[in-house]
C-alpha cells in the first residue's frame, strides 16, 4: 500500500495542473455517463420484465375466469410460439393428477401454492429448450393452482439490444468527456497558464515590467481566475515601484556620496602632509574633515532609517504628541537661535495619545521644524498647532519663508528631491521623506500645501486615542 501510495504521488507530481484537472473533469463526466447507462439498462430491464409478469398474471385471470370448472390439466402446448402462452392447472393432492404428464415442471411449491400454503411466485425456466417465465397462482375457491408461462427471449434480445446501445452511448459519453475536460482545463486555465508564463518570463529577465493580459469589454468575466490575475498585476505593479525605488534610491545615495567621500579622501590626503601646511592650513583641513564625517554619517543614518519599511513592535508604546512637540520645540529654538518657533495646544489635544515609537515620532517633528527654520529668513517665526477634531490630531508646521513651487509640491516628499531653491541649501533632500514614511509607519497622514499670505505649510493627521 505505501509503494501504491507513493507511486500516486510521484505522478502526481509530475503531470501537470492541466493533465490532472483534465482527468479529473473527464473521470467525473465519464463516471456520470457510465452511472446513467447503468440506471437506463436496470430501468429497462426492470420494466420490460414487469410487463412480462403483468401479461402473465392477466393471463392467469382470464385461464381461471373462463375455465372454472375446467379440473386438473395438462399444458397443451410447450410455449412454441412466442407471443403465445402456454399453462397447466395442478392440484395440491398428487393422487388427482391427469394421466397425462404434466408439460411445465410440477414441484412441491406448486402443491403448496394449490393448497394455499404458500404465496403466488414468478420462476424462470427452459421448456423445450425455450427461455420462458412462468407464474404460479392458486385456483380461487379451489385446492388447484394454474400455471402460465410465457416465452422470455424476445425480452432477454431486447434487454440485450438495450445494453448494447447503451454501451454504445456510455462509450460515446466517455470520448465527450475526455474532450470536454481537456477543453474544459484548456479554457479554465487558460489565465493561469498566462500567470505561468509571466512569471517564468519576469524570473528570467528580472523585469517586473510584464503584465499578465486580462479580458476587456463590458462581458469580461469576474471569476476567481481573472482577479487572481488582477492582483498578480497589482502585485507585479507594486514590484516594479519597488524595484524602480530601489534603483533610484542606491542611484541617489551613489550621487549624495560621492561628492563627500572625494571631499573626505582630499583632507584626509591632506593632513597626511601636515608637515607641509602651516598651522591655519591643517585646523581647517581637520574641521573640514570632522564636518564632512559628521554629514556622511548623518546621509548613512538617514539612509538605514529609510531602508526600515515599518516600526519595531516592541518600541510602540502609548505616545503623548503634545509632550514631543513641546520637547522638539525646544530642542529647535536651541538648533536655530535666529529662529522664532511657536507652539500651541489646544486642551482638547493635550492629553490625547497615539500608539507609536517616541524616538521615530520625535524624529518626524524634527525634520520638520528643521525643513521649515531651513527656508525661514532670519528672525522669521516657524508656527506649529496641535489640535484635536473627529477623533484625529491635526498638527501643522508652517514657515513664512518662499514657499513651495507648483512643479516642486508633488515631489517635495520624494528622496533625495531638492528644489531648485534649496539646492545651495544644507541637507541631503532626505528629511521630509523620512517623515513622510514615519507617518506611514504610524498610520498617520503627512501632506504639504502652499500657505495663505507665503510660505509652506505641513499638515500631520494622526488618529487619536482617549485622553
Known sequence: MTGTRGLGARWRRRRPLRARLALAASAAVALVAIGVCAAAFVLIDYQMTRQLDRNLALTSTEIMRERRDWGPTPSDTLCQYPA??????????PAKDPRKPYGLPVSDATRQVAAGRRAAF?????????????????VTGKDEAVQVALRSDSVDRSVEQAAWALSVVGGAGVLLAAALGYWVSRTGLAPVARLTA?????????????????????????????RLATSFNTMLGELEQSVTAQRRLVADASHELRTPLTALRTNAELLARANRLTDAQRDRASAALGRQLREVTTLVNDLIELARDEEPQPLVEQVRPAALLEHAVGAAREHWPEITFTAAVAPSAADRTVPGVPARLSRLLSNLLDNAAKFSPPGGPVDT?????????NLTVRDHGPGIAEADLPHVFDRFYRAEAARALP????????????????????TAERAPGGGALFRLRLPAGAA
Do not use: K, N
Not at 84 to 93: A, E
Not at 201 to 226: K, M, N, Q, S
Open 84 to 93: 403465445s402462452s402456454c399453462f397447466q392447472i395442478v392440484p395440491s393432492d
Open 427 to 446: 541637507g541631503s533632500g532626505l528629511g521630509l521623506a523620512m517623515a513622510r514614511q514615519i507617518a506611514r509607519a504610524h498610520g498617520a497622514e503627512l
Open 122 to 138: 414468478y420462476s424462470e425456466l427452459a421448456v423445450a429448450g425455450q427461455p420462458v417465465r412462468m407464474f404460479t397462482t392458486r
Open 198 to 226: 509571466t512569471a517564468e518570463r519576469i524570473a528570467a529577465t528580472r523585469d517586473a515590467r510584464h503584465r499578465i493580459e486580462l479580458p476587456a469589454g463590458p462581458l469580461a468575466r469576474e471569476d476567481e481566475i481573472t
Open 385 to 393: 498647532e496641535l489640535t484635536f477634531s473627529s477623533g484625529e490630531l
